[in-house]
């Protein structure tokens, strides 16, 4: 016997349903196969609850409960976009690309939408999503209906990408759940800044799922800066697979939304591979933001580093769960993992679980975790010297934060990201 | 200019400070000698408005100014300044951006204008050379990786940049070589004006030799037991702190 399926959970199977015949790809019978899978598991695991380990420290239960819509057609209009950080921009609005305000056509690597060639990518769509093992891939994979397809050739040097996601105030919420494939082959290189944004009074669900290759000697740097409207939801399932001698480069910044979640998958599957996955929480009163990454080190020499920092403020909560699987073959891997809290407020609440998995035995592998307060004798240090409260904490946190911004290397990556940090600030003095 | 009077003061329920009476004028320099435990550096955190220290008695004025009921950025902005015995390492405040910070609050309470990066880096470079610093100091850290001397200079460094009127500078001599206190030293006789006073706080009279007071007291159990002119100084050093104990 079952339970009975949230509300949230039977409104998108519904939809689905109604939709299946008119999503893209219907025509396809391996899209068509794999969205009535994806549905299957969904109807089976609905939105996961905190019985689900993965999903103990984040309850689902205002997103379930809140009852989306599809988003309503795209709207000719003009929007005012922020400033782009590269010489490349896709725009998607609701999770639908908006070729009008997208400029890729001189890139020297290939972006398109997914809708609009969903036929050529049977090999990728679905390469690395577990839609049976994460129900919100599972969601995403029932009801994608388009996103961004990038493929950087051999060797070729790709700049800066912007991927600009837009949120649309609307009288019923929407739920939208684009579908990012993004491929480096062997010795390319590319630096993506994602903006995920909305204004003030939107609420709406957003729930991507990313599937990235980085090939051979690749060198993928990947930013997001996640700052969704205060109302939105973002449930962000991102899948990487890293050849030999490849790098990904993940930062991840939480500063948006209600309630959020950055989950990412990702495997080191070939020899000298790299990852780094960064980031950075800053929370107000009223936000839940959950980072849990899983982190497969699959092949011998392979290096990893993590470091998470979360600011908390008013009555906010932040997760970090950070899992490392060391592979019997993964001799002489080198891990890292560090996460680390700062609470401003004795109503905000930090949950952090580090899992270390290691089943090779020349191995390199260490984590921490540290929770604290602002340290009085350093904020006396600077009072001391005339500088007021309000500036001499914003300088320690700004601190706090420094040693995970900084590990982001790219010029253009961190003076974006930088700019959020500062905004967020502001906003919050 | 400073004004002490029947200061008592507690840590944890605890007694330290058991009745100080102190004056420093205008241009005076003043020297407090004491055995550990004496309650040197408390005297010095009360001063500068270090939170844990409970204020049960007597009063302090600055200028006619009743400094307790200040904050400690306030005290700073009116002029006070404190050389910690321990400076307080910072990782991730860059320590240019820290005193240009430091800088311009303190010029904005006096009403002048705010160095921009540039100005400040000619003012500090400047300062930087009179302390033998050297000036990849700008680049670390607030006084992360220095060396027990270098963060002294620091600290001087930053008092020679605030320009206060009365500076407090609690055993700036511990941990230092000689040729390290006498550049400490120099960078506190430089300031020396007739609207400059300070209290060097020390345990030993080696400081004292490059730092010449106007008046030595000595501090035990929480009190001033004696006071009188440099020769003091040298007098403790010879017979050392169970003579005045014994004395008084």
């Known amino acids: ?14 939809r689905f349903d109604g939709l299946r015949t008119r999503l893209p790809g219907a025509r396809l019978g391996w899209v068509q196969q794999l969205r009535e899978q994806a549905a ?22 205002q997103v379930a409960d809140a009852g989306f819509d599809e988003p309503l057609s795209i709207l000719g209009a003009a929007k005012t976009l922020p400033a782009p950080h590269g010489a490349w921009r896709a725009v998607f609005q609701d999770g639908r690309f908006r070729d009008d305000l997208s400029s890729l056509d001189a890139a020297p690597f290939v972006a398109a939408s997914l809708a609009a060639g969903l036929g050529t990518l049977e090999d990728r769509l679905g390469a690395l999503a577990r839609p049976a093992a994460e129900p919100m891939a599972a969601l995403n994979t029932m009801l994608f209906e388009d996103g961004l397809v990038v493929t950087v050739p051999a060797g070729v040097a790709g700049g800066v990408l912007d991927l600009l996601s837009l949120g649309s105030a609307t009288d019923r919420p929407a739920a939208f ?4 494939l993004i491929r480096l082959e062997a010795g390319a290189s590319l630096t993506i800044i994602e903006t995920a ?20 000697g690749a060198t993928l740097t990947h930013v997001r800066l996640q700052q969704e409207s205060p109302r939105a939801f973002q449930l962000g399932t ?14 991840t910044l939480n500063a948006g939304g209600k309630l959020v979640r950055n989950e990412i998958h990702a495997s080191l599957d070939g020899p000298k591979a790299t990852c780094h996955m960064n980031g950075a929480q800053l929370l107000r009163d009223g936000q839940h933001a959950d980072t849990t990454t899983v982190l497969d080190h699959a092949a011998p020499d392979c290096a990893s580093r993590q470091t998470y920092k979360t600011v908390l403020s008013g009555r906010s909560r932040g997760v970090f769960q950070g899992r490392i699987h060391v592979h019997q073959v993964a001799q002489r891997t080198d891990g890292y993992q560090m996460n680390q809290a700062l609470l401003l407020s004795p109503e905000a609440e930090i949950d952090s679980k580090p899992q270390l998995e290691i089943y090779a035995d020349d191995v390199k592998c260490s ?4 929770v604290g307060e602002i340290d009085a004798d350093q904020l006396f240090y600077l009072r001391a010297r005339g500088i007021p409260e309000p500036k001499a904490r914003s300088m320690l946190v700004e601190a706090f934060l420094a040693e995970a911004v900084e590990v982001v290397q790219d010029g253009a990556a961190r003076a974006a990201l930088e700019a959020a940090v500062n905004g967020w600030w502001e906003a919050a003095a | 200019m400073l004004k002490i009077e029947g200061l008592t003061a507690e840590v944890d329920g605890k007694p330290i400070l058991n009745g100080i009476d102190l ?3 205008a241009g005076g320099i003043h020297a407090i000698m004491g055995p550990n435990g004496s309650g040197k550096s408390t005297l010095s955190y009360v001063l500068a408005g270090r939170e844990g220290y409970e204020i049960t008695g007597g009063s302090v004025t600055f200028d006619g100014i009743d400094l307790l009921a200040l904050e400690p950025e306030e005290r700073a902005a009116s002029g006070l300044f404190l050389a910690f015995q321990y400076p307080v390492e910072l990782p991730g405040v860059g320590n240019a951006l820290f005193l240009r910070t430091a800088l311009n609050a303190i010029r904005r309470h006096r009403g002048e204008p705010e160095l921009d990066a540039m100005q400040f880096l000619k003012v500090a470079r400047q300062r930087m050379q009179a302390l033998s610093m050297p000036e990849d100091m700008l680049r670390r850290g607030v006084n992360v990786g220095f060396s027990g001397g270098e963060k002294k200079r620091n600290e001087v460094l930053q008092m020679a940049l605030l320009q206060p009127r009365l500076a407090i500078l609690d055993e700036t001599d511990s941990g230092l070589d000689i040729d390290a206190l006498k550049i400490v030293a120099e960078g506190v006789n430089a300031l020396r004006a007739p609207d400059f006073s300070a209290l060097v706080i020390t345990h030993y009279q080696r400081l004292l030799d490059y730092i010449v007071p106007d008046r030595v007291h000595v501090l035990m159990g ?10 003091l100084a040298q007098q403790l050093e010879a017979s050392g702190y169970a003579s005045v104990q014994a004395a008084a």
């Open chain 1, 197 to 216: 944004t909305g204004p003030a009074q939107a609420r709406y669900l957003h729930n991507p799922v990313y599937e990235i290759e980085v090939g051979e």
């Open chain 1, 238 to 251: 991102l899948y990487a697979r890293v050849a030999a001698g490849g790098t990904y480069d993940n930062f």
């Open chain 1, 367 to 370: 984590h921490g975790a540290t």
């Open chain 1, 177 to 180: 759940h684009p579908r990012h």
């Open chain 2, 23 to 25: 004056e420093v004028p």
């Open chain 1, 1 to 14: 016997m079952t339970a009975p399926l949230h509300t949230g959970a039977e409104g998108f199977l519904h």
């Open chain 2, 222 to 231: 929480g009190r001033i037991v004696q006071s009188g002119g440099p020769e």
């Open chain 1, 40 to 61: 299957e598991s969904f109807r089976a695991q609905g939105f996961p609850t905190r019985r689900a380990e993965a999903w103990h420290y984040t309850d689902l239960r």
